[in-house]
């Protein structure tokens, strides 16, 4: 079945830090991309997406590309703050969002001023 | 937009007690979706809801797990004879299907069961 994979966290990076977390999905067809987020306290909000190969999907200084050939949507940011300290999920679904999302297992980052 | 909300924030009960949630999506989406999140784990799939028909409920994880969208606005999902492993976060998310595209699932703050 379909399946996500992340890099464990926790992450902890220095503010200003360059951030990348990986994610590598195994489906069969080719899916919609998604990178949610979890503050603390809070419930998932979605950061950004990408719907077909070699789409970038950017937001808030974070991006993410949807590569078919490594299988993977890796984020990363150029410079993260203390206010970016979240979980972060990888998922993915085959119709732009409108049915199951299977989520990776989440990966935690940590900023330090 | 006021967002999806679910209640009860938290609820804690014993072992073999029914529980009910409630989740009231975004207003003008058709589409309601449950999820059970364990610690340290992603949201895992358990069923959705366009308007008042229930596309899929394979994924819920036992016949005690029922869901229900009446009139196609707000949703309930009732766990019965809980059982320790019950113990999660139950998700709702929300969605606007309109003119055949599928727009992104906005999610609830979750209702986080314990059992005692």
């Known amino acids: 079945g379909d399946s996500v994979t992340q890099m464990e966290g926790p992450v902890t990076l220095s503010e200003e830090a360059f951030l990348t977390i990986n994610c590598t999905y195994t489906?069969?067809?080719?899916?919609?991309l998604f990178w949610y987020v979890q503050y603390p306290g809070e419930g998932l909000q979605l950061l950004l997406k990408?719907?077909?190969?070699?789409d970038k999907g950017s937001n808030k200084g974070f991006e993410a590309t949807y590569r078919k050939e490594t299988t993977s949507f890796h984020l990363e940011k150029g410079s993260v703050q203390v206010s970016d300290s979240a979980v972060y999920f990888c998922?993915?679904?085959?119709?732009?969002?409108?049915?199951?999302?299977?989520f990776g297992t989440g990966t935690q980052l940590k900023v330090e001023l | 937009d006021t967002g999806v909300s679910q209640d009860p924030r938290h609820k804690i009960t014993k072992r073999g007690q029914n529980v009910t949630f409630r989740c009231d999506p975004i207003?003008?989406?058709?589409?309601l979706y449950w999820y059970r999140q364990t610690l340290g784990q992603g949201p895992e799939f358990l069923t959705y809801?366009?308007?008042?028909?229930?596309?899929?409920k394979s994924r819920l994880l036992s016949d005690r797990f029922s869901a229900e969208r009446p009139k196609g606005s707000f949703s309930t999902l009732e766990i019965q004879r809980t059982e320790q492993g019950d113990s999660a976060m139950y998700l709702c998310?929300?969605?606007?299907?309109?003119?055949?595209?599928?727009?992104?699932?906005?999610f609830g703050d979750g209702t986080r069961l314990s059992i005692l």
């Open positions: 998310a929300s969605s606007d299907r309109g003119q055949g595209v599928d727009q992104p699932q906005h």
């Open positions: 489906a069969t067809g080719y899916p919609s």
């Open positions: 990408a719907t077909k190969a070699d």
């Open positions: 998922a993915l679904d085959f119709t732009g969002g409108g049915n199951k999302l299977t």
């Open positions: 207003s003008e989406h058709n589409r």
């Open positions: 809801f366009q308007n008042e028909a229930q596309l899929e």
